[in-house]
């Protein structure tokens, strides 16, 4: 069974802890807060009241080589920064880390965590996208000017398939899934064959400014 380190029970490590104890991971948080031990006592597989920057204590309650770690310590950088040593003493090789600011993400990252989490930012952008165009439904970022969208099929697509449309060729974007808002089913591998639907959105995959160049011409073109 995979065991994942938890560093942090505020609501961003709490919710981190619920969704893998959810999906039958063992998980060990460890919170200098004993009431947010106890609060989240049921989700966890053992919660500790401790110092995540104490390499004895990490030790001693079975982090040496977890699968993972997520560190969420808020604004307290040096916590973080001591606490990924800590974790890396101890083997843990994939350690993921919530930061406040751009400064701390670069901190962190010269330590070669292997992924500072700006909730903030992120919870900004895909809310600007989902707002700015009708069209997008939702919006994960991926590389810098890359994304993965979920969009309605434009009126110019619809009646066609994917096959015939050549996004991948044409405009440098690819439907990678397709989700049926009506039957509630997603098709991870879409037939290129299958004309698409108007119940149906796409998630696609590929450039910013590219995605919303196509929506827009399409849109035009219908």
């Known amino acids: 069974m995979k065991r994942f380190v938890v560093v942090g029970l505020g609501h961003f490590g709490s919710w981190a802890a619920q969704a893998l104890f959810a999906q039958g991971y063992e998980v060990i948080a460890v919170e200098t807060d004993p009431d947010l031990v106890d609060r989240h006592a049921r989700h966890l597989t053992r919660g500790v009241v401790g110092d995540a920057t104490d390499r004895e204590l990490l030790q001693e309650v079975g982090a040496s080589g977890a699968d993972?770690?997520?560190?969420?310590?808020?604004?307290?950088?040096?916590?973080?920064?001591?606490?990924?040593?800590?974790?890396?003493?101890?083997?843990?090789?994939?350690?993921?880390?919530?930061?406040?600011?751009?400064?701390?993400?670069?901190?962190?990252?010269?330590?070669?965590?292997?992924?500072?989490?700006?909730?903030?930012?992120?919870?900004?952008?895909?809310?600007?996208?989902?707002?700015?165009?009708?069209?997008?439904?939702?919006?994960?970022?991926?590389?810098?000017?890359?994304?993965?969208?979920?969009?309605?099929?434009?009126d110019?697509?619809?009646?066609?398939?994917?096959?015939?449309?050549?996004?991948?060729?044409?405009?440098?974007?690819?439907?990678?899934?397709?989700?049926?808002v009506l039957s509630e089913t997603l098709t991870p591998v879409p037939d290129p064959d299958r004309p698409l639907r108007e119940s149906d959105l796409a998630l696609v995959v590929g450039r910013d400014d590219t995605i919303a160049e196509v929506l827009t011409q399409s849109r035009r073109q219908a």
């Open 68 to 154: 993972a770690a997520i560190i969420s310590t808020g604004e307290n950088l040096a916590v973080s920064v001591l606490a990924t040593l800590a974790l890396k003493d101890l083997g843990v090789t994939e350690i993921r880390v919530k930061v406040g600011s751009r400064d701390a993400a670069r901190v962190l990252e010269a330590l070669g965590v292997s992924e500072t989490i700006f909730p903030e930012r992120e919870a900004a952008y895909r809310l600007a996208h989902r707002i700015a165009s009708k069209a997008v439904f939702d919006y994960l970022p991926l590389a810098q000017g890359y994304s993965i969208q979920q969009v309605a099929i434009p």
């Open 156 to 180: 110019a697509w619809l009646g066609k398939s994917l096959r015939e449309l050549q996004l991948p060729r044409r405009h440098g974007i690819n439907v990678v899934a397709l989700f049926d």
